[in-house]
């Protein structure tokens, strides 16, 4: 189900910065545990971050811990991933997912979620 838009996208030079956003079209992000997947062509979808609905509690890739942040703002219906110290093994196409959950437990498995975004290209030189 695509009923989420991520925006941020970009090239940036390693050690950059980028934010990405994450907002729903059809369904709010409240209610909803979150996170955010990155996919690299021929290779599988992985796990970069996830938070769950009230947003107290957060996971963060090996990969990516110490750099990343998963944050939301259920105010406004919104999913945040920022990416400092960039890398060029984090090039590439990042979606943000989204699942319903009647209790606030966070959820890092791909199959587990049901609303997703079409992807943004994120693209890190040297």
């Known amino acids: 189900q695509v009923s989420l838009v991520e925006s941020g996208g970009g090239m940036v030079q390693a050690g950059g910065s980028l934010r990405l956003s994450c907002t729903t079209s059809?369904?709010?992000?409240?209610?909803?545990?979150g996170a955010w997947f990155r996919q690299v062509p021929g290779k599988a979808r992985e796990i970069v971050a996830a938070?769950?609905?009230?947003?107290?509690?957060?996971y963060l890739a090996d990969a990516v811990k110490g750099r990343f942040a998963i944050s939301r703002d259920n105010a406004k219906d919104t999913m945040t991933l920022q990416m400092n110290s960039l890398k060029p093994e984090d090039t590439a196409v990042y979606y943000c997912a989204a699942q319903p959950v009647p209790v606030n437990l966070i959820s890092t498995h791909e199959s587990q979620y049901y609303y997703w975004g079409q992807g943004t290209q994120v693209t890190v030189s040297t």
């Open positions: 059809v369904r709010s992000i409240s209610g909803h545990a």
């Open positions: 938070i769950n609905r009230d947003g107290d509690s957060a």
